[in-house]
């Protein structure tokens, strides 16, 4: 069920992020998606995730599939079947810890639908898009580069610490991957097993 009339959710002020990177610091038992605004004055913003999430992230951002459909293309396939695509993912909001997204789908009948969605699964859906939908992210998560106070660095670390008991589950393998951005990253597929 949308969790929103399209009208009601405000895109003004969401800043559009890309994804850089997903992976694990070791002995985190969770992994971690960073998203690096256009805007460079303002601060990358990371999300703790399941190691499983990262795999399957991983596998995305290095255009590679499983020899089964994984979740989210399994869900990219269903709704590509019934003509819907992901117009955007928003990042916006955090509650009780947990950043919390909202997923538009638009129909051949021209209408928007919002659901509401966990990050990582928003972001796969965006990623496997033929062209990849924009990742918008409300303005107080990422921060600005010249703000002292530490608030958005408060926001990464009190999320990281109080999602590892709900998100985090022990991995003995670690997945890294680069994004390759317009600015010379690394190229996509440097996933990396440790």
């Excluded at 869900?75 to 955090?94: C, R, T, W």
């Excluded at 009780?96 to 051949?108: I, P, T």
Aim: glycine share 6%; charged share 20%; aromatic share 4%.
């Amino acid at each position: 069920m949308p969790v929103l009339e399209p009208d009601s959710f405000n895109l003004a002020g969401l800043v559009p992020c890309r994804l850089v990177r997903v992976g694990v610091d070791l002995p985190e038992p969770f992994a971690r998606v960073t998203l690096l605004p256009d805007d460079t004055s303002l601060m990358e913003f990371e999300i703790p995730i399941s190691i499983e999430q990262a795999r399957q992230l991983a596998l995305i951002v290095a255009k590679e599939r499983a020899p089964r459909p994984m979740t989210a293309e399994l869900m990219q396939d269903v709704l590509a079947s019934y003509g819907f695509n992901v117009s955007y993912v928003a990042l916006d909001e955090v509650v009780d810890g947990n950043v919390h997204a909202v997923l538009a789908l638009s129909g051949q009948d021209g209408r928007t639908r919002l659901f509401s969605a966990r990050p990582s699964d928003a972001i796969m859906l965006a990623l496997l898009q033929p062209v990849q939908a924009p990742i918008l992210v409300a303005p107080n998560l990422v921060g600005r580069r010249d703000v002292t106070d530490g608030q958005a660095e408060d926001t990464v670390r009190q999320m990281s610490s109080e999602e590892v008991g709900s998100q985090g589950a022990s991995h003995p393998q670690a997945v890294d991957a680069e994004v390759a951005t317009s600015t010379g990253n690394p190229s996509p597929g440097g996933v990396q097993n440790s």
